[in-house]
Structures are given as C-alpha cells and as structure tokens.
C-alpha cells in the first residue's frame, strides 16, 4: 500500500466522496493539511477573509445543488469557535457540510497550549458528530464515518478536528480501493404511504405543506406530481420555497406569522387536512399559539428523522422517511386511486384558493421617497427573471422579500431559516455562486446584515465570483425595532450617524458604496424608486463584465413596518400599509388583481 502522511489520505479521500471545492483560511496548525491539499490537487480552495464567512460559504454551496457538501477549514482556537456559527445553521437546516480544524500537538492538549481549545465538546450540540482524532491511523475510517453522516438520516454538519501532529504522521492508505459507506435512509412502506393517503381523501379541504426535506431529497418533481395527480394545494415553508412555481395553480402560498402570504394564511384557516412533508413545524410558520394552527383540522407527517415527529405537536398519523422514497410511493398509490376513479374532485376547493389569491394581496407600487421597501421587491421581480436565484438570511427585508417576491425552482431560495444569523447573506452568496456560475444569483440584505460581514466582498473581487447584491438601507435595526413596539421602547436600534466622509448620506451614515469600491467590488445607489429597474439592469452588465459582486443600495424610509402577527397567531397579521385595491397596486402580483 501507499505510504503518506495522514492529511495527505484526508485530501484523496475528499476527492473520492466528490469534493471540489473548499473555503477557508490556513493557518500555523492546518498549515501540513494546506500543503497535503496543494499537493494532491484536484480541490478549488476560495480564500475567506474570516473563518466564519467560510463556513458559511460552504453552507451556500451545499445549498446550492443536489449532492454537494460544502467543506470549511480553519486553524485552532478561534477558527473553530468563528465556525460555530456556521454549524449552528447548517444544523438547524439539516445541512451537510464538513468543518476541518487544526489543533495543538496530542501531547499538549493538557497544557492550556497556544490557541488549544476542545472544538470537539464545543461543536457536538451543533454537528452530527465532532471530533479530536488522537491517532492518525483513525484519520480514513473518520472521514469516510463523516460523509456517511452527513448524508445518512437526517442531514448534518459534521467537524473534524485534527492535531498538528497527527496530521504529520505517515499511515499505510490504499485510496484505489477507497469507497463510500451506503447511506442510510428511512423509507415508507406501502401500507404506511396507503394508511396516509387514506386522510387525503377523506378530507374535503385538504392541503400539502412542502419542507425543505424534499428539496434536501431532491424530490420536488415527485411533489408538483402527486399534487396534479390528487388536485391537492401546496403550501411552500420558507425551507421548501420553490419546491413547486410560485405560479402553479396548486400553489396557495405560504403561510406564517412573518412570512406568510394574505392569501396562505386563509386558505390554511379554512383547511381540514394537512399533509407535511419534509417539514418541522417551524414557528416562523405555526406561529406560537398551536391551537390556531391545529384546530379543526388532521394532521399526517413525513419526515426523514423519527424523533422530529410529534416534537411540536402530535399528529393524528406519523411515518419516518426520506421525502423522496415516500413521495415516490404516494404518487404509485395516488395513480392507481384515480385510475379505479377514488380520488374525490377538488376543484371547488381549489378554485376557492385561486379566488383568495387574486383578492387577499399586499401593495407594493408606491412612489414615496425615500423610497418604501415594497417598491424594491416589484422592481426585483421585473428585473430578475424565474431563473434567478435568491440568498437571504433574517431581517425585515427577508421577511418582506419572502412575502413579495417570487420563487419558481428549488434551490432558487436559500435562505438560513433556523438560525438566521446576521451577515450570513454575502458569503453563502459567495458560495452558491461559485456552486453554480451559470445561474444569477441575487442576494437581499439589510444594512446590518450587510455591514456583519462586509468584508467577504473581498473574497468575491479576488476570486472573480459575480453576483448582485440586493441592499435596502433605512439605517435600522429594522425587525428589532418592530419588535420592540409591543415593549414601548425603541431603543439601540438606530444605526443612523451623519457621516463627515459623505455628507451627501444625510443621517444614513455608513458609506456602503465606498466600502464596497473600497473592498474592490462595484456599487450603485439609488434614491429614486423609479430608477431601480435601470440600476438592476446596470449591475447585472456590470456583475458580467466585471466578474465582482455589484451592490445596489436601495435608500429607504426610515421606518416601514412589515406585515406580521404581534401575538404570533397566523390568524391576526397586522398589515399596518394600505393594501392592494386595485390591479395597479400589485402589478407584479402571481395573479392580477381581482376587483
């Protein structure tokens, strides 16, 4: 056999599990894995400028296609506590990705060594495993255990951390004979897809509620299928955005205390049935008061992890499988129920849906300035077409982009839906556009969000990865101030300063598109709603030719308060803007208007 150190077998291995890309950042105790990853070739390595900009990056490109797992590497001590954040999210949104770190020498991890922290312990409540190897012969068997983790199950972050010395040390490895673990995957029966379906059709007002599970599963077609072949309303979560077109007559919506359309939370209240699939009951969607959500209707669940059924409320049947083995099945057992003529006609209740969603909409066309933030997402919608796709974390812009703008493909919305730290936009962008350069990619921040992690535009200038960069500025902690309504208080919040560099910005402070010029990228800002379709079109010629991140900054009213529940109960959003009347009000709206 091949004798080699053991980073050395760590890089072939990367490669044989597919691996084509990394992000991170080197440093003095991942230094002999940086040289085992020159050496051995074959892997594209993008250059963070932190650590958790990087892991994030790779979250993006999981995000991004089916199959991919996005790796992040970093040294000892804070590199591995900067990637927390990062594990945290990949996690919370069943996502695989592996984070490599460097530690102190075997001998020394006793001694309080320079940069020497227990990564391991730390990252386990986040990842599917974490680990210290203490013997370098372990370093294949952990990373082949770590792919069949991430994929098997549930999906998930895993972190390897790996002492200097054992990455130094040579181990006998034989990569041509090196092969994958089988994955794991729990899969429906037959009699358990029949028993399920069995509520579908009792049921008179029935709805499906698409999870990210199906995207994870790559499983969407086998979804839109299922619903054509039963005439059944789907309900998108914010995870399964895209699972089917925001324009497909099964489409009802989303529904949510925040990001939920008008139209969604209707049809919801007025179902008797709901079908989850690959979902987790989110209370983004549920809202808190459960009782709202659950009254009056049955509830089934699918879902690949068994523990994550029944954990936010019982449901009247529960079965433990991967998205795509069940859909498979309901789609076998739906086709034959409508051959021998058992499915019930749905189209009254469908046409019913389709009626609340060219009635019950939110305005967007307002000429104000400064500039309301609905108008940016009409001219969004104008100017980015169906293949574009969106990365956005958390933020009022995100939960008015969520509620407004429109999504046609899976994966063409990635969005960090249960941690949602701020400043994960610019580089899982970063990451999804280096995962695909072919595709557009829009990313939607506020002015926080944006200044997080700012300095990640660097990374794009410097590995010429394009993208359009989505910047509605009011100088606000804009969701935390709405927040703070119900406390009476409005209080560290306001991020505005008059800036003695650009006094041209009035109290909007932070100069974004000098920092962004600064950082190497290109930047445009607008005043005037009525140029933002011109700027769009401007950075999408620029984001070509340059190959660099383009900035378009949107300046906003200082406060516009955005459609959501203040109690947390999707039966009582509060629209605090006048909503649509008439066809002009919405005129990018899925279905006009109907008046």
Request: aromatic share 8%; hydrophobic share 40%; proline share 6%.
């Amino acid at each position: 056999m091949a004798r080699m150190t053991a980073v050395r077998a760590a890089v072939e291995i990367l490669k044989r599990e597919g691996v084509t890309n990394a992000f991170g950042v080197p440093g003095a105790a991942i230094n002999p894995f940086y040289k085992a990853l020159q050496e051995g070739g074959g892997i594209d390595h993008t250059l963070a400028r932190h650590v958790e900009g990087a892991s994030h990056m790779a979250e993006g490109y999981t995000r991004a296609n089916p199959g991919n797992i996005g790796v992040c590497i970093g040294t000892s001590g804070p590199a591995g506590t900067d990637m927390i954040t990062g594990l945290y999210s990949a996690i919370g949104d069943s996502i695989p990705i592996l984070c490599i770190t460097g530690q102190a020498p075997t001998h020394l991890l006793h001694k309080e060594d320079f940069q020497a922290v227990d990564i391991a312990t730390i990252a386990k409540p986040v990842t599917k495993m974490a680990v210290t190897v203490l013997e370098a012969a372990q370093v294949p068997g952990i990373f082949q255990q770590a792919f069949h983790l991430m994929r098997s199950g549930r999906p998930g972050p895993v972190l390897i951390d790996l002492p200097i010395d054992v990455q130094q040390t040579e181990i006998e490895f034989d990569i041509d004979t090196y092969e994958p673990l089988p994955v794991y995957k729990p899969s429906a029966t037959r009699a358990q897809i029949e028993k399920a379906i069995t509520f579908l059709v009792e049921s008179e007002r029935p709805l499906i509620v698409a999870g990210g599970g199906i995207i994870n599963a790559d499983a969407s077609d086998l979804l839109v299928e299922f619903a054509e072949i039963t005439n059944t309303p789907v309900v998108p979560t914010l995870m399964g955005w895209g699972t089917i077109p925001d324009d497909h007559d099964l489409n009802a919506g989303m529904v949510g205390q925040q990001t939920g359309h008008r139209y969604g939370n209707a049809t919801f209240l007025e179902s008797d049935f709901v079908l989850g699939i690959g979902n987790r009951w989110a209370n983004r969607h549920t809202g808190y008061k459960l009782d709202v959500y659950t009254q009056g209707r049955k509830f089934v669940h699918v879902d690949i992890e068994p523990t994550q059924i029944g954990k936010i409320f019982a449901p009247d049947y529960g079965i433990a499988s991967d998205a795509k083995v069940a859909l498979e099945l309901f789609v076998e057992v739906a086709k034959e129920l409508k051959a021998a003529g058992k499915l019930p006609d749905r189209s009254e209740w469908v046409a019913s849906h389709l009626e609340r969603k060219e009635t019950l909409q939110r305005r967007t066309h307002f000429d104000n300035i400064p500039m309301k933030p609905q108008r940016v997402y009409e001219e969004m919608n104008k100017a980015f077409g169906p293949d574009t796709r969106y990365v956005t974390t958390i933020g009022l812009s995100q939960i008015a982009g969520a509620q407004m703008l429109h999504v046609y493909k899976p994966r063409h919305w990635i969005n960090c839906g249960q941690a949602g730290p701020l400043g994960w936009t610019i580089p899982a962008a970063l990451g999804v556009a280096t995962a695909d350069r072919d595709t557009p990619v829009v990313a939607l921040s506020g002015d926080y969000d944006f200044q997080f992690m700012i300095e990640e535009l660097a990374v794009g200038a410097q590995h010429r990865i394009p993208y359009v960069h989505v910047l509605v500025n009011n100088a606000y902690l804009g969701l935390i101030r709405q927040a703070q309504i119900g406390l009476d208080i409005n209080f560290q919040v306001n991020l505005e300063f008059e800036n003695q560099n650009s006094p041209e910005l009035g109290v909007y402070g932070v100069d974004h598109v000098k920092v962004a010029e600064g950082l190497g990228c290109k930047a445009i800002r607008v005043t005037d709603p009525n140029e933002l379709g011109e700027a769009f079109e401007q950075a999408k010629k620029l984001a070509q030719e340059h190959q660099v991140p383009v900035v378009v900054e949107a300046i906003l009213e200082r406060i516009t308060n955005i459609s959501m529940s203040p109690t947390a109960d999707i039966s009582a959003v509060k629209e605090f803007e006048e909503l649509a009347t008439e066809p002009g009000h919405a005129p990018t709206a899925i279905r006009p208007l109907k008046v």
